[in-house]
T-cell receptor, first 114, second 114 residues
């Protein structure tokens, strides 16, 4: 299977600063790395993803970096706002073919203070 | 409007009782999932279903079984519930079975086993 480690578990930042969350994975065959955001009392929703043929992807203020050699990927939120306060989960897919499944990290609780 | 619907939202059961959690999706998605979410443990995969009557164990299937008789409907059954099955249960669906599929989550069922 796959194991995904996610750090930190809790992250507190000031509004307008940057926030970074790091994940590592074990299975070198993993090739898809999504990030899900879960607001309090809500369900998780996909916010950005990266595939193994890329090293960097940006959607507005969200940047994802992938280092396949180190088996590490990270989410960077620039210019944080209170609305970014939520749980964030990284995940890795353990197969390149069909019948794959995602393995999630344990989550990071981000609090953005105004 | 794409939707994954879970019923009920809240459920309280006594130890030893049977529990049925229902999930439906209106997107004709092939794959459906059941996850449980516990503080500090993230999202753990219980079962995955690739289509009608095509179900596979996830990472923590013990104590659970599933049923998928129609593509749009996926049930999670706890026979003789235990107190350690108190958790938030999320159903999700994805279009196909590949490794890079977006998961659409339902709103969750908060189950308390007394």
């Amino acid at each position: 299977g796959e194991q995904v480690e996610q750090l930190p578990s809790i992250l507190r930042v000031q509004e307008r600063s940057s926030a970074s969350i790091n994940c590592t994975y074990e299975n070198s065959a993993s090739n898809y790395f999504p990030w899900y955001k879960q607001e309090p009392g809500e369900n998780p929703k996909l916010i950005i993803d990266i595939r193994s043929n890329m090293e960097r992807k940006q959607i507005q203020g969200l940047i994802v970096l992938l280092d396949k050699k180190a088996k590490r990927f990270s989410l960077h939120i620039t210019d944080t706002q209170p609305a970014d306060s939520a749980m964030y989960f990284c995940a890795a897919s353990n197969s390149g073919g069909s019948n794959a499944k995602l393995t999630f990290g344990k989550g990071t609780k981000l609090s953005v203070k105004s | 409007d794409m939707k994954v619907t879970q019923m009920p939202r809240y459920l309280i059961k006594r130890m030893g009782e049977n529990v049925l959690l229902e999930c439906g999706q209106d997107m004709s998605h092939e794959t459906m999932y059941w996850y449980r979410q516990d503080p500090g443990l993230g999202l753990q995969l219980i079962y995955i279903s690739y289509d009608v009557d095509s179900n596979s164990e996830g990472d923590i299937p013990k104590g659970y079984r599933v049923s998928r008789k129609k593509r749009e409907h996926f049930s999670l059954i706890l026979d003789s519930a235990k107190t350690n099955q108190t958790s938030v249960y999320f159903c999700a669906s994805s279009l196909g079975t590949g490794s890079a599929e977006t998961l659409y989550f339902g709103s969750g069922t908060r189950l308390t086993v007394l």
